[in-house]
């Protein structure tokens, strides 16, 4: 600046961001700085250009010493200035606090967020341009488990908010859940945060504001009963804010216990799939991991048993074959005795020829 002469440099900084409902709200810091030679004396103005239309300027709260305006409109200029005349020696700086907002809508560009400015000097053209990296906040929910019960069947699915944005989500933390034929009978949701039935939806909230980095999540619990009558139920969200895509998942009803419990006649039952042998074919895998298996359809395997050369004057001794424990008519094999107990069933403990197994009622 040429000597003794005051010169106003005004810069500009991202304070915070927040979501409020539908809105993103940011706070900008407008420092305006001396950098001449002498002191200024007078009125001291701000012009900030949001970039887009979406900006729009907010009551300056606590700001006493400016007015700020957009006689515009959304997206067009605001003018600050001070309520009174303002002396700043050089090398002093003053601050002002400009708070604007825009609509969480898909419609408006990255480019549009991305740059806020404000003209440096009282004359020209320079900016003093700020990001605002915007926060993208994302649902998702996943089946955890499904339970027969005497109610019907429950269900614990594991939901989560993420954000997928490049800034950080500060706000309300929430979850809407659309368990279509289900209702709420539990919820395990994140700290702080309380789940409830609201028009036929389960919404979780938090009481206070969120802070979620750029690729973090917090996550919760809920658990919902549906009917046993049959039909095929599924449970809905919808992973994307103020959009109407709705995700949907079936909830898997596990098999009852007449129908999974026992293999079907004509079968024999193995401990597992890997240790039906060859010529047979597994027909069904029971729910605990059990596999019923028959034997394959036409010529049967060609079995030779193994060459055994005798010593000379010792006769080979025979094992006998030791009987294998058996259910009784009407029962059905169990895993084990917790597995009958959780369901209900009456169970007792067969053991013969060194073997043990659990018969369940």
């Known amino acids: 600046p040429p000597p003794g002469k005051p010169k106003l440099e005004r810069t500009k900084e991202l304070k915070e961001c927040r979501i409020d409902g539908e809105m993103l709200k940011c706070m900008f810091h407008i420092r305006v700085r001396n950098i001449g030679s002498a002191p200024y004396?007078?009125?001291?103005?701000?012009?900030?250009?949001?970039?887009?239309?979406?900006?729009?300027?907010?009551?300056?709260?606590?700001?006493?010493?400016?007015?700020?305006?957009?006689?515009?409109?959304?997206?067009?200029?605001?003018?600050?200035?001070?309520?009174?005349p303002w002396t700043l020696a050089p090398g002093e700086a003053m601050d002002a606090v400009l708070a604007l907002e825009m609509q969480r809508s898909g419609d408006v560009s990255p480019d549009e967020r991305n740059a806020n400015c404000v003209l440096k000097y009282d004359s020209?053209?320079?900016?003093?341009?700020?990001?605002?990296?915007?926060?993208?906040?994302?649902?998702?929910?996943?089946?955890?488990?499904?339970?027969?019960?005497?109610?019907?069947?429950?269900?614990?699915?594991?939901?989560?908010?993420?954000?997928?944005?490049?800034?950080?989500?500060?706000?309300?933390?929430?979850?809407?859940?659309?368990?279509?034929?289900?209702?709420?009978?539990?919820?395990?949701?994140?700290?702080?945060?309380?789940?409830?039935?609201?028009?036929?939806?389960?919404?979780?909230?938090?009481?206070?504001?969120?802070?979620?980095?750029?690729?973090?999540?917090?996550?919760?619990?809920?658990?919902?009963?549906?009917?046993?009558?049959?039909?095929?139920?599924?449970?809905?969200?919808?992973?994307?804010?103020l959009d109407d895509t709705r995700r949907c998942i079936p909830v898997k009803v596990p098999p009852r216990p007449d129908d999974g419990g026992t293999c079907p006649r004509g079968t024999v039952e193995f401990p597992n799939?890997?240790?039906?042998?060859?010529?047979?074919?597994?027909?069904?895998?029971?729910?605990?991991?059990?596999?019923?298996?028959r034997r394959k359809r036409g010529k049967p395997p060609v079995v030779v048993p193994p060459v055994v050369t005798p010593t000379p004057g010792i006769v080979q001794?025979?094992?006998?074959?030791?009987?294998?424990?058996?259910?009784?008519?009407?029962?059905?094999?169990?895993?084990?005795?917790?597995?009958?107990l959780k369901r209900g069933w009456p169970v007792r403990k067969v053991v013969r020829g060194g073997k043990a197994i659990w018969c369940a009622v």
């Open 273 to 293: 799939a890997n240790s039906v042998p060859q010529g047979f074919e597994v027909v069904k895998e029971l729910q605990d991991g059990r596999a019923c298996a």
């Open 124 to 241: 020209g053209a320079e900016r003093s341009c700020v990001a605002v990296p915007p926060p993208q906040p994302e649902w998702d929910k996943k089946l955890k488990e499904c339970e027969r019960t005497n109610g019907g069947i429950v269900c614990t699915f594991t939901f989560s908010m993420r954000n997928a944005g490049s800034g950080p989500y500060v706000g309300k933390g929430s979850f809407v859940d659309m368990p279509v034929t289900g209702t709420l009978v539990g919820s395990n949701p994140p700290s702080g945060w309380s789940c409830a039935e609201s028009g036929g939806n389960i919404i979780c909230t938090s009481a206070d504001d969120v802070t979620i980095l750029p690729g973090e999540a917090i996550s919760g619990e809920l658990t919902i009963r549906y009917p046993d009558d049959g039909k095929e139920h599924v449970n809905c969200w919808n992973p994307y804010y």
């Open 317 to 340: 001794p025979q094992p006998p074959e030791e009987p294998a424990p058996r259910c009784r008519r009407g029962e059905r094999r169990v895993p084990s005795r917790a597995y009958a």
């Open 41 to 84: 004396s007078g009125t001291i103005t701000v012009r900030d250009i949001p970039s887009g239309e979406g900006w729009t300027a907010l009551p300056q709260l606590g700001v006493s010493a400016w007015d700020c305006g957009q006689p515009g409109g959304p997206g067009t200029p605001v003018d600050c200035r001070t309520k009174v």
